[in-house]
């Protein structure tokens, strides 16, 4: 079952400059809560490890079993319209299960300097939700997207 997330944000930067940071899959996986490892490969593609934030989940009876789970994602731009939009897409596995992740961003420049970013978020966690239910899978995955725009829109306003 696919989780769907869709959202908007401004930030106080020119297109130009949340261009460039959008544009680089090191910097914009490094936004992703609990990263352990970012491999850049000779493609451009991103292969990243990183532990399960479940801090997001009200089931605390599962929260220190699912704390210690890695995810193993590999991830890369399926489309790049430089200033514009674009498509990532991002497969691998958590506790051994597939999940892939497709992400659709679109930037528009407004009238005071800023800049509009708005993101569609497709994500199936395959067997997680089956295992866990899928009312927790899909808190979880909220709270880690949450978290993910958060320090992304950070990054994005610093470079402003």
Do not use: H
């Not at 544009?23 to 809560?33: L, R, T």
């Not at 991103?46 to 934030?53: E, G, L, P, Q, S």
């Not at 800023?114 to 067997?127: F, I, N, P």
């Amino acid at each position: 079952m696919l989780i769907k997330i869709s959202d908007k944000f401004v930030v106080k930067a020119k297109l130009e400059d949340v261009w460039s940071i959008v544009s680089n899959m090191p910097e914009v996986v490094s936004c992703f809560p609990n990263v352990q490892k970012i491999e850049t490969l000779s493609d451009g593609s991103v292969k990243v490890t990183f532990r399960v934030d479940v801090s997001g989940a009200e089931d605390k009876s599962l929260t220190s079993y699912l704390s210690r789970i890695t995810g193993k994602m590999d991830v890369r731009y399926t489309e790049l319209n430089p200033m514009e939009s674009l498509n990532v897409n991002a497969k691998g596995s958590i506790a051994g299960t597939k999940v892939f992740v497709n992400l659709s961003v679109s930037l528009s420049s407004l009238p005071d300097g800023s800049t509009q970013v708005a993101y569609d978020v497709e994500a199936d966690a395959g067997m997680l939700a089956k295992l866990f239910g899928m009312g927790l899978i899909q808190k979880i995955i909220e709270s880690n997207a949450s978290a993910f725009v958060q320090k992304f829109r950070r990054i994005l306003e610093k470079s402003g």
